[in-house]
Nanobody
């Protein structure tokens, strides 16, 4: 079991960059696939990016492809989301999620452990 905790959110201007950090304390972090989701007010939680056990399987939503980069450091039990060229529509609460297994999924229900979320606000 892991307990993800996100950090790094805040207020930025359109075009800026920001890096989110998720520290997933617990055992056997390297056996978990990790993902980032986001949820804007009044909307459902949506997939952003995911990364597998050894960082060789990655997946991005089309809305962030080419702008965001997901990475992980298993020695630090940490997953990152580097967000570049931020847009106002990226504004949301960003959640870190974990599931045991190598496969990455785009559906929130596939993930068992969630962080509390960190707010990202991008002004125009």
């Amino acid at each position: 079991q892991v307990s993800p905790v996100e950090s790094g959110g805040g207020l930025v201007q359109a075009g800026d960059s920001m890096r989110l950090t998720c520290v997933a304390s617990g055992h056997l972090f390297s056996t978990y696939a990790m993902a980032w989701f986001r949820q804007a007010p009044g909307k459902e939680r949506e997939f952003v990016a995911a990364i597998g056990w050894l960082a060789r399987n990655v997946d991005y939503d089309d809305s962030v492809k080419g702008r965001f980069i997901i990475s992980r450091d298993n020695d630090k039990n940490t997953v990152y989301l580097q967000m570049n060229s931020l847009k106002p529509e990226d504004t949301a609460v960003y959640y870190c999620a974990a599931r045991r297994g190598a496969t990455v999924y785009r559906t929130p229900g596939a993930y068992d452990y969630w962080g509390q979320g960190t707010q990202v606000t991008v002004s125009s």
